[in-house]
């Protein structure tokens, strides 16, 4: 099963069927092969996170208002003292040639054509610097944790140099396996797929566990980021540094007092621990938390415009975009990803008109039906 | 797929498995053509809210009473001073040509027939004149802003003309598009189906939007009424003026203040914004803030007798009633639409008759079950 | 339709899948003709309260409480004045030989067998005179008011001549029609089954209706009793007078204080008014209003030994069996009923045992599990 | 059908297919004939229950922390007295040669192997004696009362012993009969599987009723257990008495008072009532009732490591596997099982290390998502 099967290549138009922005989700099976599709698709375990994540949105309401001006309306929002022409960030989703053989590098090329930020991932099928080159707009480079500090100084460096303007240090993902519904289907990560940026470094040793130890906690769990070293990357680089994964109010209160600069409200897309809340559930108490004016981010779970709409409401000053942008990449590239941009734009200023919220600091939870 | 597929022609007669108003439902999809059905029956977006409409009186019980003596019950309402034989208006659907060659003229005719005050669509593929002229019952007009003033205000002159008794000013469908369902059942208006009311007017000329500006915003938006609007067109006719379309109690409020005549509780069946609340959850508060005796109409999710039973007891004095209007004119022309009537009043009594109700003043929030 | 399409007779012994009363439900529709027994097994309107009866039990939870002693349990209730060996009570069924040839005769002789109380319906097939001489056990008779009191009061003559101890006035079902299950089934009343007991009534004449006048309100419901001709049969009769249909509060306590006997709280099954609640959802705040130790029946969604624990537990001091009745009744007559009566008291005893209530007394609300 | 069928004998590898603990249980189908499984897998009446046991973990999320450093993790348990390795006990299932025919003897291997604490049951298919010479670790034996109390007392002194560590008193299952499940399924006990430890007891003769007794409460409840037999049974042995089966809090706090080591929050797996909440909803009662550091075992719908976790995090010390137990006995034998309870350690494992709790002593209520 790690021979691709026969697939539909990506094409280099936009397929009449698309309406809507999910409509790329429903398409892209034709466009990626079964197992990668699972792997991109999948949630961990029985998958209550992932659904939960969509079911948050469909449970949530939009309370319009009347008759209001909005023929000054935009969608431009600030963010790390930056000016964004639009609250749509694209994801750090990893290993983008799983999707489409120009990876990151198509999705980089969008970014560009949309005004989009791109938050570049450290497991990128493409090496970072080529990233940064097929975009002039805003980016942000997420960054794991490696075995050895000096490969994750390496890595910010070179975000650095290659002029990201921002580090999202992921912190909720220590371990990380095919989910069951990617292992069923016999997925397997190809050989030809590998992490471009980590090349160069000098991999971790197996751990060896004496009798009685876990393979998790002694094993695996050793190399997971804790407190101390987040305080210790912000030490070295001057860039921003955001934490993306928060769930809990008591997290975000003390990741806000360390200094850290924005937060992603994310549950990996229910790619981590199953069970764990929807990204929007946790989002008003972590507004609540860190208070207004604070950078907050939501991921997991946006499919439409609406979604947008209802993240900005309860709290977030944008929202990343993960399986969708894979989708849509897979489907057509750069074209489609942009295309899928378009789509989320239109959809979001639509429901703002109808709302009657002209620009996103109009969007407050008193637009949230009770 | 312009053109009109085989389908059975409407109906002389009632047909026999006719045996309640929703029946009407299940068979007007072989007497409408499939793009066209799936336009009528499609909300927008995922349809959220077309569906929310029907859960909201599912889940809304009724309380009975026993023992009362019913014997001098009645139907009959006021409503703008006049007194209606019952509670159940004809909705203003756009383009009835679209389920029956005599479209609008039909309707008319049903209305006519029933005593049932029929509100005519600025969107009628017949003149306003000519449905006016079919019916000699209680009639209001629906009013779209046009591009122009002097469009909007000729309707408005011609509706006066007509002898229509009220304006109902639609605000919350500022830009309107085919439903996802619609469009992927590749529906487009056909050519002969056209807004016999706006054919006279100059249509305005496209929108030219400079770079960086909304074509929702700066384009679609630009014609969208205002509060200033309203006011505008209610200094200029002595007729009543309800504004459809209201769901917060805020502007329900507001409305009121500004000495509208009375509104319609509707998300216009579902076409508008995906994700606002269902109509019937609206009215209570609705009617809480406008109070007693302000004239308030239900519009959307009506499907039987004993949902008009319920929007009275939450607060409507009568409701409006549009795709199963289309859906009987479809399958049976005048007839069907007279007998649709019939049956949602029969209805009607016969769950007054059973809870209690002799009138529909005595038709309370006491009659919900908590 | 009307001539019966050929089904299985019913059995002289019982069938070997029956493992709980239930199963007589799932049996029944290959001895009954479809018509009939959609008849039977419909509720009216799109048949929310038939399903919400059902729901309200399954609903509901149990908190057993453990190493009691059971030894000396039994199910005996005391239900005016007399003792019942058990608190399964058959419901008064219209025509019952739509479900089996012997009908109410055959129902009798296994409330006989099974020492269960037996409420004879004013439309049984036979004559109430037979069904009484049919069973040597309690036996109540279920009244309709008839168009004339003279007609009334002869049915309560009669059944004061024939032993029944009590009257079950019913009156929830005024207006009375096959439901819309029944009518698409193609139901009609085969010419053969007809209410014995009023076939020497004169039948009223045609309501002669006015321009403007209702069929409901000044047609059908010119018959339906009120609360002065509830007072008028007390006052005719030295029987205790039970009235059944009840669902709210104040109606129960309004009938309490005028000296009705006892109450049953019924919604008929889901046969009357669609939207209504469940009877077990009304039953606790009717226990309230009435108070301990004045009788209760609960009606409508019982379908097993559990269910009877539940409505016990609730606030009922007995229950009436419907619709399991006449599926019993259609697959093994006399037989089957008999069976029937003692699967559930079965359950119960089960329920009771597992729940460490020994008696029905012992049954509270303590034991419902919040 | 007392035959059993034809399937495939259990393997002596584990299967590719495994992925998760969970995996067992789909698999099972092919390893246990038919009417086995259906006595296995069923619950009692509609199984509402058993529905529940499962819907309650659903029902409930994980709130997890970051960064916190969990290289110090284990799972050890502190549970009278002793220092398990880890909390998942294999819990008194009867009868396991039905699953394979090495049965108990196999389940103890696995035990052994894995150090898990092995809980063997009355009704085994081996003799007690045999099944603790098969695993070395902690024991504890199920006890069920039997009809005399010399065979009651006879089984304690074997167990005492053969080295158990502990007696699980069962009381609410008094009264057993396979579920409906089975029974439409043509389950009936195999004439080759019997209750080895009771074989050299004189069985009760049939308790003989007398008229209007009933076969419940005078007849199959004159042998079930009461209070003061258990309080018999805990001045007869110096072993620590747990008590299995609570669901209530103040059955737990008397529990408690009289001395009994433990308990054990159980509903039977849903095998007993039908209709009685769910283990895990009971358990933060009882953990209320009976305060901080008082033994509770959690049994009844655990299938993966997050339900362990989630039960510790609502006041269990430990769970009970059964069903799984069986599964993966059926699927491997003694390798199934071991294999079994490494994945359950391994999800928990997992579950801890994303969710920031390095021991179970850090497992909380603040881990649980509200």
Redesign the interface.
Known sequence: MNERPSVIPALHHIPP?I??A?DYEALADRFIPAPAHAYIAGGS??E?TLR?NLAAF?G????????????????RVKLLGRELRHPVLLAPVAFQTLAHPGGEIETARAADATDSCLVASTLSSFPLEDIARATRGDKWFQLYFQPRRESTLDLVRRAEAAGFGALVVT??A??QSPS?RA??AGFRMPDDVRPANLQHHVQPGQVTLSGGQ?????G???E????D??AWIMGQTALPVL?K????A??AHALQAMGVAGLVVSNHGGR??????ASLKALPRIREAVGAGYPLLLDSGIR?G?DIF?ALALGADAVMIGRLQVYALAVAGALGVAHLVKLLR?EL???????GC?TPADITPAFI?R
Chains 1, 2, 3, 4 share one sequence.
């Open positions: 069927g309406q809507c999910q375990g029985q209550a939960a469909d949530i309401g939009i309370a319009p208002r009347l008759l209001r001006d909005v023929t000054a309306g935009h969608t912190v909720d220590s371990v069951l292992r069923r876990s393979l998790i906690f002694q695996l769990m050793s997971a980021p804790t407190w070293d987040l934490v994964g928060v769930l809990h008591d997290d981590t621990l199953d069970g764990i809340p439409g609406s209802k239109e200023e639509l429901c703002m008109a109808l709302a002209p039906e």
